[in-house]
Structure formats: structure tokens, C-alpha cells
């Protein structure tokens, strides 16, 4: 068990370490997701024990075969994911399948429950929306299911931190420029493209 989850666990439980931890690597991305946010918990699972280097592709290939994947955060620091999927935990996984995989993945309890504390750092955190596996039209009228891409993945904060206090700071002056074609702007002044 990891440092942080130790900590957690013998300071609030087990129940309460995992809410924090999830709500902490769903930080960037819960605010896009389907449904409402007090049922959300009944669609995730912590998964733990991940190298850090990690990326959602690789959580997507080890949890698609359940169900469909609304969202996939991973977290390197706390080598942690939360995978969200499009229906209920209990519809897509047997009480046997979730036994079996005690201590590498669990259901995630209310997110309201965990403690109030920022584990994850938001520069940590890889986050894939929808990473759906496309199909591929074959002669003969069946589809086949490709693995080469997957769907959009991101790094939230779009801005490194340090762009992003200078930014803060200066007024606005820190952020980088975009070069369009012999024109720069702020990307965040959509004034000067025009």
C-alpha cells in the first residue's frame, strides 16, 4: 500500500482513504461527466498499483471487456486510476469478478464522503474522455474492433503551472504565444485573431 493510502486509511478507514483518492483523481474531468454527481461513485472503480508511467490506454485495455468507458483519470504519483463506466459497477461486474480483484480494483464509495484533502497534483493526472476503440468496416458486412487508437486523452491543466502563475502575476502578460501564420496572440485573446 502506498504511503498516502496508508496514511489515509489509518487515519480516516479504508472507505474514506478510497472516496478522497477517487474524488481527487476525478478532480479535472468530473464536471463533463454524464449523470448526476452524487451517483457518479456507483459507475467507478479505483484501480491501484500502476507504474507510473502509465497511461489511460492501457486501463482502457484491462477494464473494456465490462462495459463501455465514459472516462479513464490516472494518476503516476498515486499510481491510481478511477475508470468511469457508462452504467452501474454492479451491472457490468459479478460480486465474484470484484472479490477476485480486491486490492487491485474496487467500486468507489459516495465522493462526498472522503475528507476534503488535495492528494493528486493536476500536472499528475492523464485523463481520457470516451476511449472508445473504433471500428473498422470489413468486407462481408462485420465490424472488427481496432486497437491502435484510442480516444482523446489529455493533460489537465492545458498550461503548465508555471505559465500559468506568471500569467497571474503579470496581469495576463506570462501565457505562451501562438504563432498563426505570421500573427501571434495570447490564446486566451481571441480579440487578435480578427
Same mark, same amino acid.
Given at each position: 500500500m502506498p504511503a498516502t493510502e496508508a496514511t489515509l486509511t489509518s487515519r480516516y478507514g479504508a472507505y474514506f482513504a478510497r472516496a478522497t483518492m477517487a474524488r481527487n483523481i476525478l478532480a479535472p474531468v468530473a464536471g463533463t461527466l454524464s449523470g448526476h454527481p452524487s451517483e457518479l461513485h456507483r459507475r467507478c472503480i479505483l484501480v491501484r498499483r500502476l507504474p507510473s508511467c502509465t497511461v489511460p490506454g492501457e486501463v482502457c485495455d484491462m477494464f473494456d471487456m465490462f462495459a463501455s468507458i465514459e472516462a479513464i483519470a490516472v494518476s503516476g504519483g498515486l499510481g491510481m @486510476?478511477?475508470?468511469?463506466? /457508462?452504467? @452501474?459497477v454492479a451491472d457490468c461486474m459479478s460480486a465474484a469478478v470484484l472479490r477476485t480483484g480486491a486490492g487491485f480494483f474496487e467500486p468507489v464509495p459516495p465522493l462526498h464522503l472522503g475528507p476534503p484533502l488535495v492528494l493528486a497534483a493536476a500536472m499528475d493526472i492523464k485523463v481520457a474522455l470516451h476511449p472508445k476503440k473504433p471500428t473498422a468496416a470489413v468486407p462481408g458486412g462485420k465490424d472488427v474492433v481496432s486497437s491502435s487508437s484510442? /480516444?482523446?486523452?489529455?493533460?489537465? =491543466? =492545458?498550461?503548465?503551472i508555471s505559465s500559468l502563475s506568471g500569467w497571474l502575476m503579470n496581469g495576463g502578460s506570462g501565457l505562451p504565444r501562438l504563432n498563426l501564420g505570421g500573427r501571434s496572440c495570447n490564446k486566451y485573446d481571441l480579440g487578435n485573431l480578427f
Open positions: @486510476a478511477v475508470v468511469v463506466f /457508462g452504467v @452501474a484510442l /480516444g482523446d486523452e489529455i493533460r489537465w =491543466p =492545458p498550461v503548465s
